[in-house]
C-alpha cells in the first residue's frame, strides 16, 4: 500500500467513525414485510439483468487495474455510511441520503448495483433498516434508478462543459432525489389512493418525503463534491485510472 493510499483509507475511517457514531434507529428505506409478496418478487427480478451487468463491470474494471479497489470499497463505504443515517418522514420509509452518485461518476451505474445491494443487505441484517423481501425494490430505487440518473447528469454536464465540482454536485443531488421518486412510486403502486389511484398515491408519497429529502440531496451533493476534492488531492493517480480526470477535467485540474 503507498503512502497515499495509506493516507486515503485513514481519511475515510476518520469520516466513518465520524458519522457512525447516529443512531440506528427503526427508521428503514422500504421496511420488512411493508410490500406484498408478488411486489417483492417482481422488484428483484427487475434488479436481477442490472446485478449481472454490475458483477461483469466491476470484474472488468479490478482486471484491467487492481488499484481500483481502493477506490471501489471507499464508495462502497461511503454508501453504506451516509445512507445509515436516517429522518422517520413517512410510515414504511424515511429520509436519507443514498451515497450512490460518487460511485456512478468514478465507475459507472452498473458497478453501483453492486456495491448498494452489499450495503442494503448489511444494513438489512445489522440495522434493522431496510430488509430482506423488500430488498429488490430497495435496490432497484437506490442502487440502480439513482445511480442511472447521477450518471445521465454527469455525462450531460460534461458535454456542456460545465465546471466540474458543479457536474458532481448536480449528478449526486438529481441521483439523491431521483431514488425517492421511484421509492414514492413503488410505495404508491403497492398501496394506490382510493381516489386517484397510483399517481395521487405518489403524489402523496412524494409530498411527505420532499421537506426532508430535498435538503438532505443538498447535503449529500456538497458532501460528494467535497470527498471529491479529498481525492484530487490524495487520490490523483487512482481517479485518472477511473478517467475521472482525462480530457476537459483533467485539464480544468
Known amino acids: 500500500m503507498t503512502k497515499k493510499e495509506k493516507i486515503l483509507l485513514k481519511a475515510s475511517a476518520a469520516f466513518a467513525a465520524l458519522f457512525a457514531v447516529a443512531p440506528a434507529a427503526n427508521a428503514m428505506h422500504i421496511m420488512e414485510g411493508y410490500l406484498p409478496a408478488g411486489y417483492c418478487v417482481a422488484w428483484g427480478l427487475v434488479c436481477l439483468p442490472f446485478l449481472i451487468a454490475g458483477f461483469i463491470s466491476l470484474r472488468n474494471k479490478v482486471k484491467e487495474n487492481r488499484r481500483s479497489m481502493t477506490l471501489i470499497a471507499m464508495s462502497g463505504a461511503f454508501i453504506f455510511v451516509i445512507s445509515s443515517l436516517k429522518i422517520p418522514s413517512a410510515t414504511g420509509s424515511c429520509s436519507h ?49 439513482g445511480p442511472l440518473v447521477s450518471f445521465g447528469i454527469y455525462k450531460l454536464c460534461g458535454k456542456l ?29 403497492a398501496y394506490p389512493s382510493e381516489s386517484g389511484g397510483v399517481m395521487a398515491s405518489a403524489v402523496k408519497f412524494l409530498g411527505v418525503f420532499a421537506p ?10 456538497i458532501l460528494t463534491v467535497v ?15 477511473t478517467g475521472f480526470l482525462s480530457g476537459r477535467e483533467k485539464e480544468a485540474r
Do not use: W
Not at 448536480?170 to 404508491?188: E, I, N, R
Not at 476534492?229 to 485510472?241: R, T, V
Open 97 to 145: 441520503m443514498t451515497g450512490t452518485g460518487l460511485g456512478a461518476i468514478l465507475f459507472g451505474p452498473s458497478a453501483v448495483g453492486i456495491l448498494g445491494i452489499i450495503v442494503l443487505i448489511f444494513q438489512a441484517v445489522l440495522l434493522a433498516h431496510g430488509g430482506l423481501t423488500t430488498l429488490g425494490a430497495n435496490t432497484f430505487s437506490m442502487a440502480v434508478a
Open 161 to 189: 462543459k460545465a465546471n466540474r465540482r458543479v457536474s458532481v454536485f448536480l449528478a449526486a443531488f438529481m441521483g439523491d432525489l431521483f431514488t425517492y421518486c421511484v421509492t414514492s412510486l413503488q410505495l404508491a403502486l
Open 212 to 221: 426532508t429529502q430535498l435538503p438532505l440531496a443538498v447535503i449529500e451533493g
Open 227 to 241: 470527498l471529491v476534492i479529498g481525492l484530487e488531492s490524495y487520490a490523483g493517480p487512482e481517479l485518472n485510472n
